[in-house]
């Protein structure tokens, strides 16, 4: 009897298994057929042929859009000493803000109100103590008064012969700086002339009276939290602008920080992310503004663009700015800008300012570069006011938010061609992409690039061309701190033509889709050109997590971590040799979802190491395939990883040295030809391993029951 329902129980767990084998290659064929999905839909993942099941979404990119003052929202006339001695100062003094909370701030909850008082701000404002100085001023600030229809005439101190001194057509108003109501203590005298001009007058009581100003600093900040309506149509996190410019050299003065309630996010998670909003904000304020380029100033203090009779530049009413001249900024064409049927004339504006130029053109590697390309899509606020995209993805100046933000040399370049400020460029971040990669990068389309290095065997780093597919085929962002996804995805209609960049597509299947006019990146804003993004995870328990390395909240359940990640500030992302394996007694399972994973590292005297479970690898060159084995719970987990380049993970140190074959600027490890080929063969050795375990067994029951019987 007890033979007998031994047999029963063995051949129903056989069956069982069986079923869950053939549900697993039904979906799997299914998801073969429908892999082209539109991006921002969301798809199992499976890590093992019965393991757990996550969503995924590929990280969206969020649009900063900056808030650009009107003409009639400025103030050019503060006042911070006689011109002809500001102009001779040297830039000795290490830029201080005033900062000034609006009511608003406190009408958050106190969590929020202390994470933006202590730490938030606090932070941005040491960055830019750190990065930037200014020419130190000789009197208090005290901003100017908004005008009636902002209408006023230049007088002098008496009112009665013309200067510079700002005297309101008729009234002063309520001055306001972006959402924020100025404090009277930080404003000038209310001074008033008639309709004509001819009598003017300090106004009289004391709500027009001169305030005392801010002492011994260099701008006030004025930071609040309002839901404005910019937060609402922008969908922003926070928002800076300037509002007043000093007289003498056109410096911003005054500006505010505005944190939108409803996308303000305290969790610590984040909070990398939202200092670098804020970060990339005030740079806005200070002169990284379409703007302020019109008042740009060259080494000696001398405008780029030349100046009206009132002394500010044209403004120019149709873009609602003041019109540069091509001493900072010019429009080139790309004449010969490949896309899918042959080449088009594609347009670029390029800042061509003169440390600008030298940095990227040591950036790209390119000599003869005119400039830094700025953006060229995303309308006003986003257009022209940020790097573009396709060639300074994570340059935290860029228009939106993909990954691993830094501010490099080259917008403090820009800091240091405003005129306004002398940068310090030790506290410049390293900026990887495209370092480097030469003129074809830095000028051609991404189809040209992606070409040149196929011809050349070679990978096309950093764009890719996967088509986002079941199981995942996982790599390493560029920056190599997260584990990424091409965000090659279908879009609902046809990209534009100078968008079209693939003549065909290879699949999954080993199919190849014609009609390609449809492809593209994911972040628009990239030229649409595709690149390894970080992605989030979401449980079957609804747990969100992301795939950076370096957040230890990112890591997976302990349960579920069968490729043996790790996630803190010393992991990076590692290349997989293989798809690993989890055995325990009979069963094996077999990863689906690999590529890439999370693992610690250390540099030292004897040359990079990698760390799993415990134990340490040697990494002796690039490209070296290191086995690695562990034990999660009863599961013995084997697989293999590639060994990076030394430098990339160490720098140039010393320990370094003693390597060979190591990281010569990007390293190739990927072979796209043969990807796809590995991922069918991979799959096809799941669903081999599978049946070959379900046979096996099969055997050893039928074997089984004739022992008993
Ligand atoms: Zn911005």
């Not at 100085?133 to 600030?141: A, L, S």
Request: charged share 20%; with cysteine.
């Amino acid at each position: 009897m007890k033979t007998k329902l031994a047999i029963l129980i063995f051949l129903c767990f056989h069956f069982s298994e069986y079923v869950t084998i053939k549900l697993f290659l039904r979906r799997r064929r299914l998801e073969a057929l429908n892999h082209q999905r539109p991006s921002g839909l969301t798809t199992v993942r499976s890590m093992f042929v019965i393991g757990c099941c996550f969503l995924w979404q590929t990280h969206p990119a969020h649009a900063v859009h900056h808030w650009i003052p009107r003409k009639q929202e400025m103030n050019f006339n503060v006042r911070l000493g006689p011109v002809h001695i500001l102009k001779r100062e040297n830039f000795t003094q290490k830029m201080r803000f005033h900062v000034v909370y609006d009511k608003s701030i406190s009408k958050l909850n106190l969590e929020r109100q202390n994470l933006i008082k202590n730490k938030l701000i606090p932070e941005a404002n040491a960055y830019f103590h750190q990065t930037l100085q200014v020419r130190p001023g000789k009197e208090p600030i005290r901003l100017q008064r908004t005008c009636l229809d902002t209408s006023y005439f230049l007088k002098d101190f008496t009112g009665a012969e013309n200067g510079n001194v700002q005297f309101c057509k008729l009234l002063c108003v309520e001055t306001k700086c972006g959402p924020v109501t100025v404090p009277g203590e930080h404003l000038d005298q209310c001074r008033v002339c008639d309709k004509s001009g001819s009598h003017c007058f300090n106004a009289q009581g004391e709500e027009w009276s001169r305030g005392e100003g801010v002492k011994n600093q260099d701008f006030i900040l004025y930071v609040s939290s309002i839901q404005t309506s910019h937060c609402n149509l922008a969908n922003a996190i926070a928002y800076a602008s300037y509002c007043q410019q000093e007289r003498s050299l056109d410096r911003p003065i005054a500006g505010f920080a505005n944190i939108c309630p409803a996308r303000f996010d305290p969790d610590p998670k984040h909070y990398g992310n939202l200092l670098a909003t804020v970060k990339h904000e005030i740079f806005h304020a200070l002169g990284f503004s379409a703007g302020l380029f019109a008042f740009y100033r060259d080494r000696n203090g001398v405008p780029f663009t030349p100046r009206g009779k009132h002394g500010l530049p044209v403004y120019n009413d149709r873009y609602g700015l003041y019109q540069w001249s091509s001493r900072v900024v010019r429009k080139i064409k790309r004449e010969q800008w490949a896309v899918r049927h042959g080449f088009v004339k594609h347009i670029v504006n390029v800042i061509v300012t003169p440390r600008v130029k030298a940095e990227v053109r040591k950036h790209f590697r390119c000599p003869d570069l005119e400039g830094a390309e700025i953006e060229n899509q995303g309308g006003a606020g986003t257009e022209l006011t940020h790097w573009e995209k396709r060639l300074f993805e994570n340059e935290a100046m860029t228009g939106t938010y993909t990954q691993n933000p830094v501010f490099s040399r080259i917008t403090l370049a820009l800091m240091e061609d405003t005129g306004w400020y002398r940068p310090n460029y030790s506290m410049a971040q390293m900026l990887d992409w495209g370092k480097s990669l030469g003129c074809l990068f830095a000028k051609a389309s991404c189809k040209t690039w992606m070409e040149s290095r196929l011809r050349k065997e070679r990978s096309v780093n950093p764009y890719c061309f996967a088509i986002k597919q079941n199981p995942l085929k996982m790599h390493c962002t560029h920056s190599k701190l997260s584990v990424g996804l091409c965000n090659l995805r279908k879009y609902r209609t046809r990209l534009p033509p100078e968008y079209q960049y693939f003549n065909h597509l290879p699949t999954e299947g080993g199919s190849v889709i014609r009609d390609t006019s449809s492809y593209g990146g994911a972040v628009a804003l990239a030229d649409y050109c595709p690149f390894y993004q970080k992605f989030t995870l979401t449980g079957t328990n609804g747990i969100k997590r992301e795939t950076a390395c370096t957040i230890p909240e990112n890591a997976p359940m302990e349960r579920d971590n069968f490729a043996l990640e790790y996630f803190g500030s010393e992991s990076r992302c590692v290349t997989q040799g293989n798809r690993w394996t989890a055995k325990k007694g009979l069963l094996t399972r077999t990863m689906l979802d690999w590529g890439s994973g999370c693992y610690k590292h250390s540099c030292g005297e004897s040359g990079l190491k990698i760390q799993v479970a415990g134990k340490q690898y040697k990494c002796n060159y690039n490209g070296q395939r290191i086995a690695v084995s562990g034990v999660l719970d009863d599961w013995m987990i084997n697989g293999s990883l590639v060994c990076p380049g030394c430098r990339e993970f160490c720098g140039s140190i010393a320990s370094c040295r003693n390597q060979f074959n190591d990281f010569n600027g990007i390293v190739f490890v990927e072979d796209y030809a043969a990807e796809n080929i590995k991922a069918i063969g991979s799959s096809n050795t799941i669903k081999l391993s599978s049946i070959r375990f379900f046979m096996l067994s099969l055997v050893m029951s039928l074997v089984f029951v004739l022992v008993c019987a």
